[in-house]
């Protein structure tokens, strides 16, 4: 008798805001989104956190980790343990998405994976800390959301074969670094 293959990817997704109960599929988007990134990439079994919470709980994130006090769309902190499967968490504020998805006509779900891939990104390494970097990070964003149909995020903000600028470096203290952007 075989045993069944394991996933490559275990995801967590933990409901912290009750705005995000209006968005029934949130966590099926996340883990199809997180789950190509990880296929695409080759990732190892491994599994991740991913939080659905609200403006308030990431501005203090952001805040503690990173010494901004504001919301922002997505942060990730990436596990330091590099012999460990948990490769991090994944955090996204519901009120900041909404209100980029709103402003950028296009589909929350849309909006919503893309940020899942960019998280996931982080987690494994991707940065755009410097321009070489960012064009890395965003041709892989790229790469994986064809692959699950969502146009180019980039190309909606006239920013296709656009180099934009590197964006601050994260603060990383201790066991795990904390990661964000407005990807």
Same mark, same amino acid.
């Given at each position: 008798m075989t045993r069944a293959a394991r996933p490559a990817l275990k995801v967590d997704v933990l409901v912290?805001?009750?705005? %995000?109960?209006? &968005?029934?599929?949130?966590?099926? !988007?996340?883990?199809? =989104?997180v789950g190509r990134a990880a296929a695409a990439l080759s990732i190892s079994p491994s599994e991740l956190a991913v939080v659905l919470t609200d403006?308030?709980?990431?501005?203090?994130?952001?805040r503690? %980790?990173?010494? &901004?006090?504001?919301?922002?769309? !997505?942060?990730?902190? =990436?596990?330091?343990?590099a012999g460990g499967r948990h490769l991090g968490d994944i955090v996204l504020a519901y009120e900041t998405i909404a209100r980029e998805a709103r402003h950028e006509r296009k589909p929350f779900?849309?909006?919503?994976?893309?940020?899942?891939?960019?998280?996931?990104?982080?987690?494994?390494?991707?940065?755009?800390?410097?321009?070489?970097?960012?064009?890395?990070?965003?041709?892989?964003?790229?790469?994986?959301?064809?692959?699950?149909?969502?146009?180019?995020p980039y190309r909606a903000k006239g920013r296709n074969n656009v180099r934009h600028r590197a964006r601050q470096p994260a603060?990383?203290?201790g066991r795990r670094g904390a990661v964000a952007s407005r990807a």
């Open positions: 912290h805001s009750y705005r %995000w109960h209006s &968005i029934g599929t949130a966590g099926a !988007v996340v883990r199809r =989104a403006n308030s709980a990431i501005r203090a994130l952001n503690d %980790w990173r010494g &901004i006090d504001a919301p922002t769309n !997505v942060l990730s902190f =990436a596990t330091k343990n779900a849309h909006h919503l994976a893309h940020l899942a891939v960019h998280g996931f990104l982080h987690l494994v390494g991707y940065d755009h800390d410097s321009e070489k970097k960012a064009l890395a990070m965003e041709g892989a964003e790229r790469a994986i959301l064809r692959q699950l149909a969502v146009p180019d603060r990383h203290d």
